[in-house]
């Protein structure tokens, strides 16, 4: 699945982010587990964590999603399946 997020316009160029969504079976922990790459739309570079907690999580459930243990509810790391060539 795939979602196109547009945050501002200037000009005739539209600044986004794209998102790319994958659920994968995790041999590890034998349950499904959701893989997302999100990119500038304009520049295709990665969002960094705090990029994406600011892009793509709602306010209501930020603060919640932040104190989920150590890491919070979203680990960042590159996932090679998903890194575009």
């Known amino acids: ?43 295709m570079d990665p969002l960094n964590l705090k990029e994406i907690y ?6 209501s459930t930020k603060a919640a999603l932040e104190d989920v243990g150590v890491m919070g509810g979203i680990s960042h790391g590159v996932f090679s399946m998903l890194v575009r060539l």
Request: glycine share 4%.
């Open 1 to 43: 699945m795939i979602r196109h997020r547009k945050l501002a316009k200037e000009g005739d160029v539209s600044y986004g982010v794209r998102t790319d969504y994958h659920v994968i079976f995790s041999e590890t922990w034998q349950v499904p587990v959701l893989y997302f790459l999100s990119t500038w739309t304009k520049t």
């Open 54 to 59: 600011s892009v793509l999580v709602e306010s």
